[in-house]
């Protein structure tokens, strides 16, 4: 099946420094891959599309300079979270989607959780 | 806007058949999927409906009604590893892309 992986899993940082995330489609190819924001016990909130060869789309609310995309090959995209504050702790879990026909389905990395202190 | 709704919390005993239900209010729809997720870990893939209808996948059934704006899970023969948050997610062409919004998620707790 189509395998997505992250690094790190999870992260400690100090406020005011910059953290990158990197998500890799193992298996397949994704045109198109995913970042999204979850808090404890809450849903995934989708924060930005990362597209291969363009700029990402962000959703409404997200800081496009704060949190930086990246999508530089057909296999990975990266989020840098600049200048990291406590509030920026959470879990972020990318996603990769797979276009097959008749089928819209998207596969999740295991997640990372950053903390900063 | 887009709005998902379905139960925050499903208590059932092992053995037992859930449905959790999801209503959805969105633009631009073109199917709805669900997703599990274990504590501490990521969404899982479970099923994807872009046709009214039942699919079936094993224990898991999923349904889909677009004129309704309604889908269910149903989950058979439950077992202890079943408890866990279960999402459902609208897929959307919106500003030119297509993109997933989740439902706030209903917590499973399946008991002995």
Known sequence: ?117 | GQSLEQPSEVTAVEGAIVQINCTYQTSGFYGLSWYQQHDGGAPTFLSYNALDGLEETGRFSSFLSRSDSYGYLLLQELQMKDSASYFCAVSLFSGGYNKLIFGAGTRLAVHP
């Open chain 1, 1 to 117: 099946g189509a395998v997505v992986s992250q690094h790190p899993s999870w992260v400690i940082c100090k406020s005011g420094t910059s953290v990158k995330i990197e998500c890799r489609s193992l298996d397949f190819q994704a045109t198109t891959m995913f970042w999204y924001r979850q808090f404890p016990k809450q849903s995934l909130m989708l924060m930005a599309t990362s597209n291969e060869g363009s700029k990402a789309t962000y959703e409404q609310g997200v800081e496009k300079d704060k949190f930086l995309i990246n999508h530089a090959s057909l296999t990975l995209s990266t989020l840098t979270v600049t200048s990291a504050h406590p509030e920026d702790s959470s879990f972020y879990i990318c996603s990769a989607r797979f276009d097959g026909v008749g089928t819209d389905t998207q596969y999740f990395g295991p997640g990372t959780r950053l903390t900063v202190l």
